[in-house]
């Protein structure tokens, strides 16, 4: 074979794909009792979009992008996330002029080049939720309660949620000059990416994965020694609220997100149990309180998140989470002739119209043959049709369970199998 999978990207097939369908279908029904409604964007999009909201000096955008001209020689980029091109969907479709709330939930590929490694992938898939409108404290932490509720619903253990504000406008601001001032003169210590940082996002060298053990970082500022009292009291009840939810969570005073959009809340629900992916984020978001605006919008704050779907994933077969998801075959069809076969496709389909999932041997296979293929997908019953049931206008059907068999009329097979599938 010449031909392989590019690297950090993953084939899902028969049950790996129903898994991965099954957390869909999960999250979907949760959002949609929180009233959410789905938005598709494409996957492609102007490259500007992603430098504009992660922020020129992201690591998604200095190197994590999937970016090239197209043949009309502009500059396109695979998103790399949701958010931004959930916000320009927002805006050039005006979705803020019949609701001071507006919810939506995605769920699609993303683009990263990241180095692959466990739960790190180059094209891995997000479910995510972006609302837009001001609700305050409230909004921010139903949109926190909306994701535990899901990790519930999927019956994930071993989980913590992260939280931190990192202010708004002005708090980040004092923030920032007092990290600059703090780190300089000490930069030569640190990593290249670290170096940049200081000049145009001092925030990020604390959540460095190169440098976030230094000392230096650990007895770095604080952020509650700059906030505003706004952004103080917002956190202070979004965590009020959280626990009266009995919400469990750890106010993590490191925690400031790898994209440059957030404004005060931002958490992180990570992996708490030993494992090859102990401490990484299986979701997390944050308020995004200026992007609208900053894509040349009105002024409404936004709130989101996404889960990565494959850490969800390995995270659920390791907790053994996934039930009954094989594939499993009501009935099989045995003809025992071509003529018999077209009886039998008949049937097939009325059968499937009930929604009963029913396969049959397409090729001129022995009884034997076709008994075998049958054993493999262990169906509830076996149908066999042949010469004799034609002209008498009967079947013979086998219950697999309890090895019986009787024979009915051809009309009364829907009647005798919907009871009982
Ligand atoms: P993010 O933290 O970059 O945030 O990604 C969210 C989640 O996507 C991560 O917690 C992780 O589970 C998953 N993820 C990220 N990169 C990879 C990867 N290379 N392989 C596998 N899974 C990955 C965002 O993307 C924001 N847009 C979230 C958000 C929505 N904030 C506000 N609204």
Avoid: H, W
Avoid at 35 to 42: A, D, K, S, V, W
Avoid at 378 to 390: A, D, L, S, T, V
């Amino acid at each position: 074979m010449n031909y392989q999978k590019l690297k950090g990207t993953l084939d899902f097939f028969q049950e790996e794909a129903t898994k991965l369908r099954f957390i869909e279908e999960k999250a979907k029904s949760v959002l949609k009792t929180f009233g959410f409604e789905e938005i598709i964007t494409p996957i492609i999009e102007a490259t500007d979009i992603f430098v504009r909201s992660s922020g020129d000096n992201s690591d998604i955008v200095t190197k994590e992008m999937y970016t090239f001209l197209d043949r009309g020689n502009r500059s396109i980029t695979l998103r790399p996330e949701g958010t931004a091109s959930v916000v320009r969907s927002f805006l050039e479709n005006k979705l803020y002029v019949n609701s001071t709330l507006a919810k939506f939930y995605y769920c699609g590929p993303m683009f990263r080049y990241e180095r692959p490694q466990a739960g790190r992938y180059r094209q891995f898939m997000q479910f995510g939720i972006e609302v837009f409108g001001e609700g305050g404290p409230f909004l921010e932490a139903e949109v926190i309660i909306s994701a535990y509720k899901l990790l519930v619903a999927l019956g994930i253990k071993g989980i913590k949620l992260k939280i931190n504000t990192i202010g708004d406008f002005a708090s980040r601001k004092d923030y920032a000059d007092k990290l600059k001032t703090y780190f300089t003169g000490q930069i030569d210590d640190f990593c290249p990416d670290c170096k940049k940082r200081l000049e145009k996002n001092p925030l990020r060298i604390l959540d460095c994965k190169v440098d976030s053990g230094k000392e230096l970082v650990l007895k770095a500022p604080k952020i509650k020694d700059s906030l505003s009292l706004t952004s103080l009291n917002n956190f202070n009840e979004v965590t009020d609220i959280l626990t009266t939810m009995a919400v469990p969570f750890q106010i993590d005073e490191s925690l400031v997100r790898g994209l440059d959009y957030y404004t005060d809340t931002v958490f992180e629900f990570i992996l708490d149990i030993p494992g090859e992916l102990q401490g990484l984020a299986i979701c997390a978001g944050g308020k995004y309180a200026d992007l609208v605006k900053n894509f040349g919008g009105p002024d409404i704050p936004g709130i989101g998140y996404a889960f990565g779907v494959e850490r969800i994933m390995s995270v659920m077969t390791s907790q053994d989470l996934f039930t009954n998801l094989t594939k499993q075959t009501d009935i099989v069809m045995i003809c025992l002739d071509p003529a018999s076969k077209k009886m039998g496709l008949q049937l097939a389909n009325q059968l499937r119209d009930e929604n009963m999932i029913v396969e049959m041997d397409y090729k001129n296979y022995s009884l034997k043959q076709q008994f075998k293929l049958a054993d493999k997908v262990n169906p509830r019953y076996i149908i066999i049709i042949g010469e004799e049931e034609r002209n008498n206008g009967m079947i013979t059907i086998k219950n697999t369970k309890n090895n019986t068999q009787e024979k009915i009329k051809k009309e009364q097979l829907i009647a005798y199998t919907k009871g009982k599938i």
